[in-house]
DNA sequence: CGAGTTTGACCAGCGC
DNA sequence: GCGCTGGTCAAACTCG
């Protein structure tokens, strides 16, 4: 997915425009008109979407196929998610393409900063694992785990698990979707809670989306059914669209792109 | 020299 | 009880 817009930052953009969502919106361009564009790049994520899980499909068929993969240990702490009342460290599951600069060494950035501790090398993953620690704070409770992907070593998938006691963004990259508990869940919260991970990096303009990883005794094939239904589409269209319309760089770009339109638009006469 | 990373050892959980 | 596996510890090492 090309997010990226060109250069587009100005000094008008940074001087406060118009707020684009707010309910002050200029004249210049009616609600029709807004809402027609809202739609249209409704329908232009929705086949981009439609793209992704096309990709992913083989993936999944796999994955339904193959013998449990990553049955030990991690995921076996979630396997019990949903089964007992206990409360469980949240665990939320991130597939992103490596960087060239991480490539090497098994770092995700994603605007904390963490400490490895240990690294392993899994029955199921040719490449290590390696654990990371919140450095931030040293009484955050949060882990990291970060594995390359074993079908695609272009991918890093980390695993974080516990939620940070702390406010600390030092990127504009944010984790957003939790990919936790088990696939029933997924099924029956598809509207709160999707069964895969969307990792925004505004700094890149990418979106990268992930499906979580299959916990064990989870049914793949009905996570893929749920996958493909128009609901979980809408629902994923509208987390992305909710996500950036909290990402002020991106707000910032629309904004600049669409007053540079708006001008366009007005006739010289109008000008001063 | 201090902070962060590496890596072998150790421990706990699980299945047989 | 034993072996396998994932997770963690901590001493050694590296780097700025």
């Given at each position: 997915?090309?997010?990226?817009?060109?250069?587009?930052?100005?000094?008008?953009?940074?001087?406060?425009?118009?707020?684009?969502?707010?309910?002050?919106?200029?004249?210049?361009?009616?609600?029709?008109?807004?809402?027609?564009?809202?739609?249209?790049?409704?329908?232009?994520?929705?086949?981009?979407?439609?793209?992704i899980l096309a990709d992913r499909s083989h993936l999944r068929g796999a994955l339904?196929?193959?013998?449990?993969?990553?049955?030990?240990?991690?995921?076996?702490?979630?396997?019990?998610?949903?089964?007992?009342?206990?409360?469980?460290?949240?665990?939320r599951t991130v597939r992103a393409r490596a960087e060239a600069a991480d490539a090497?060494?098994?770092?995700?950035?994603?605007?904390?900063?963490?400490?490895?501790?240990?690294?392993?090398?899994?029955?199921?993953?040719?490449?290590?694992?390696?654990?990371?620690?919140?450095?931030?704070?040293?009484?955050?409770?949060?882990?990291?785990?970060?594995?390359?992907?074993?079908?695609?070593?272009?991918?890093?998938?980390?695993t974080y698990e516990g939620e940070h006691n702390h406010e600390q963004r030092a990127?504009?990259?944010?984790?957003?979707?939790?990919?936790?508990?088990?696939?029933?869940?997924?099924?029956?919260?598809?509207?709160?809670?999707?069964?895969?991970?969307?990792?925004?990096?505004?700094?890149?303009?990418?979106?990268?989306?992930?499906?979580?990883?299959?916990?064990?005794?989870?049914?793949?094939?009905?996570?893929?059914?749920?996958?493909?239904?128009?609901?979980?589409?809408?629902?994923?269209?509208?987390?992305?669209?909710?996500?950036?319309?909290?990402?002020?760089?991106?707000?910032?770009?629309?904004?600049?792109?669409?007053?540079?339109?708006?001008?366009?638009?007005?006739?010289?006469?109008?000008?001063?």
């Amino acid at each position: 997915m090309d997010m990226d817009d060109g250069e587009c930052s100005s000094p008008a953009a940074a001087a406060g425009l118009l707020p684009l969502f707010g309910p002050s919106s200029p004249a210049a361009e009616s609600l029709e008109d807004k809402v027609r564009r809202v739609s249209e790049e409704n329908r232009r994520l929705t086949g981009a979407l439609d793209a992704i899980l096309a990709d992913r499909s083989h993936l999944r068929g796999a994955l339904a196929t193959s013998p449990t993969p990553s049955c030990h240990g991690n995921n076996a702490e979630v396997a019990g998610a949903g089964v007992t009342a206990e409360p469980r460290p949240r665990v939320r599951t991130v597939r992103a393409r490596a960087e060239a600069a991480d490539a090497d060494a098994n770092h995700l950035k994603d605007g904390y900063q963490w400490r490895k501790y240990g690294q392993k090398v899994t029955r199921d993953n040719p490449y290590p694992r390696a654990y990371f620690r919140c450095a931030y704070a040293p009484s955050c409770p949060v882990k990291k785990k970060v594995q390359r992907s074993a079908e695609d070593k272009s991918m890093l998938v980390a695993t974080y698990e516990g939620e940070h006691n702390h406010e600390q963004r030092a990127q504009s990259e944010y984790v957003v979707s939790d990919a936790s508990t088990t696939t029933t869940q997924h099924q029956q919260q598809a509207g709160s809670s999707l069964p895969c991970s969307i990792f925004i990096n505004s700094l890149g303009r990418t979106i990268t989306l992930g499906l979580a990883e299959q916990r064990p005794g989870s049914n793949a094939e009905a996570a893929a059914a749920a996958v493909m239904t128009p609901e979980f589409r809408k629902v994923l269209v509208e987390e992305i669209v909710n996500l950036l319309k909290n990402d002020a760089e991106f707000l910032e770009s629309l904004t600049t792109a669409v007053a540079a339109r708006v001008t366009e638009r007005i006739p010289p006469e109008h000008i001063f």
